[in-house]
């Protein structure tokens, strides 16, 4: 931001005209990511999900409405409803991770939450979620 403040002064010392509007774009653009940086605490400080963890990087999942429908396109939490999106139904055998984006069916979710040794599959990565 400050710097969008010296790039706005920088426009009008040197009476730019393509000065000014670019330091406009950015400065929207700058206030449309505050929120989103506020957000990565609340989501690294969130509950996790105790009995489940990622097949591929062991990340435990966090508790919350995190995961979207592609559907109905609402958020629900995928581990609390047994992998069906509860609004319309829709079935997500193979949730995606959030951390490394690999996609593990919800057994192999359940298995490397016990520690048991899961193989990953990395033709799943990013893999959609519906059948």
């Not at 605490?41 to 966090?62: L, Y």
């Not at 193979?94 to 990395?122: H, M, Q, R, T």
Request: glycine content about 10%.
């Amino acid at each position: 931001m400050v710097g969008v403040v010296g790039l706005f002064m920088y426009s009008y010392w040197t009476q730019s005209v393509w000065n000014a509007p670019v330091s406009a774009f950015i400065l929207i653009y700058c206030q449309g990511g505050v929120p989103q940086g506020q957000a990565i605490p609340r989501v690294a400080n969130a509950p996790r999900c105790k009995g489940f963890a990622c097949a591929s990087c062991r990340t435990v999942p966090t508790l919350g409405l995190y995961w979207l429908c592609g559907q109905c396109r609402k958020a629900f939490d995928t581990f609390q409803g047994g992998v069906v999106c509860p609004h319309c139904q829709t079935r997500y055998p193979k949730p995606s991770c959030p951390e490394c984006g690999f996609a593990n069916s919800s057994s192999d979710w359940s298995l490397a939450a016990s520690g048991e040794a899961v193989p990953v599959d990395a033709a799943n990565a990013f893999a959609a979620d519906t059948d």
